[in-house]
């Protein structure tokens, strides 16, 4: 089994910056693919941003270029930079784990319970 927890969310002002963690435990060799999805009040969960092993990033449109994801292999970490935040980035932020992407190789996707973003106007 593998855990995510995030941190790092909370509230700010529009144009603010906010840097979410996710910290990854249990029984984990390799994690290939690390993602971020987000979702808001009466709206879908959408992805925003994946990561690989090596640091390869891939982004959303609606980023913008404002957000960027990283990610620290030796401590299993994985983050998220939000620069120039707007109030349509508020939403809950989940990390996670997709199907297929975990050694030993995982039969489902893990995610973590979230962590709540607020950007004030």
């Known amino acids: 089994q593998v855990q995510l927890v995030e941190s790092g969310g909370g509230l700010v002002q529009a144009g603010g910056s906010l840097r979410l963690s996710c910290a990854a435990s249990?029984?984990?060799?390799?994690?290939?693919?690390m993602a971020w999805h987000r979702q808001a009040p009466g709206k879908a969960r959408e992805l925003v941003a994946t990561?690989?092993?090596?640091?390869?990033?891939q982004y959303a449109d609606s980023v913008g270029g404002r957000f960027t994801i990283s990610r620290d292999n030796a401590k299993n970490m994985l983050y998220l930079e939000m620069n120039s935040l707007k109030p349509e980035d508020t939403a809950v932020y989940y990390c996670?784990?997709?199907?297929?992407?975990?050694?030993?190789?995982?039969?489902?996707?893990?995610w973590g319970q979230g962590t709540q973003v607020t950007v004030s106007s």
């Open positions: 996670s784990v997709p199907r297929g992407a975990l050694l030993p190789l995982n039969e489902r996707a893990y």
């Open positions: 249990g029984r984990i060799f390799k994690i290939s693919v």
């Open positions: 990561t690989t092993f090596n640091g390869t990033p």
